[in-house]
């Protein structure tokens, strides 16, 4: 299939990107590596009556050193991070979680930002990001404001963005020199989407743990966080299922040892000296 007939625009800066998405009455879309949109374009899953490209605008393509953090542009593409040319090869998960997306191919053309704002529940940033409590930077008519990594989706591709809200930059902490990551997730096939996912940040009190590749959204494990962050007992495969059955209580026997595979996985690389 092609897609349905669409305007387009070429906006030359991020404030005319929101006035061309505000003009468009909730009928626009934002494109820039189109790794996502343009198979959804071409399936009519999308019918927009405005593609705003913002591909090329400066400003989306940044990484700033901002002392606490980095500040990663949302136009910035995987294999950008992935091939350790920028100050962020300081933090380890952050390259080797964009190592790890689909194929080579996309991860050139692909950007952190659009696959934030497309909200997959199998995509990688938003559980990586959520677990190193990353924040986005997010500009509309009405303003600036923030929204945590974490609270970014409600369910499946539909997120608190309003309909002409633009995400600008992934504000990320710096990690401490004591802090330790892991990330995990479970392929059918490598470069497909993952059957279940985990990622854990050990940091003392703030160290935290979700589970990705769910129905909806990453969703947090606080009791399993709180007790990594105490150091407490190995925490055994028993406690792992029930943690598992606590954050996703409709995922089926079978499903929930798949989910806890994964994050003993994860739990391994971060616990380690």
């Known amino acids: 299939m092609k897609p349905v007939a669409f305007d387009y ?30 198979p959804m374009l071409n399936l009519r899953l999308a019918r927009p009556a405005l593609l705003i490209d913002i591909s090329g605008l400066p400003e989306l393509r940044e990484i700033r050193d901002l002392g606490a953090h980095w ?87 539909t997120t608190v963005l309003e309909d002409d809200e633009i995400i600008v930059a992934i504000d990320l902490p710096k990690p401490r020199p004591a802090s330790r990551w892991g990330y995990f997730k479970l392929c059918r096939k490598v470069g497909e989407f993952p059957v279940a996912s985990a990622a854990v940040v050990r940091d003392g009190e703030a160290s935290r743990v979700f589970l990705g590749a769910l129905a909806d959204r990453p969703r947090p494990l606080p009791g ?13 495969g028993a ?25 003993a996985r994860a739990l391994d690389q971060a616990m380690r000296p």
């Open 9 to 38: 625009c070429r906006p030359p800066d991020v404030e005319a990107a929101i006035a061309a998405l505000r003009g468009a009455g909730g009928a626009g879309k934002l494109i820039a590596g189109g790794q996502s949109l343009g």
């Open 71 to 157: 500040r990663i542009g949302a136009g910035v593409t995987h294999a950008e991070l992935e091939d350790g040319g920028t100050p962020l090869g300081a933090h380890g998960m952050v390259p080797e979680v964009a190592r790890q997306i689909a194929y080579r191919a996309i991860r050139n053309r692909g950007t952190v930002g659009g696959s934030l704002a497309h909200a997959d529940p199998a995509a990688d940033w938003p559980l990586a990001l959520a677990a190193c409590n990353a924040v986005l930077a997010v500009h509309g008519p009405r303003g600036s404001r923030e929204i945590a990594a974490a609270e970014l989706m409600i369910t499946a591709f």
């Open 224 to 236: 399993l966080a709180r007790r990594i962050a105490q150091e407490a007992a190995p925490i055994d």
């Open 239 to 263: 406690a792992l299922l029930q943690a598992v059955a606590e954050a996703a209580p409709e995922i089926d026997d079978i499903d929930r040892r798949i989910y806890a595979a994964c994050l």
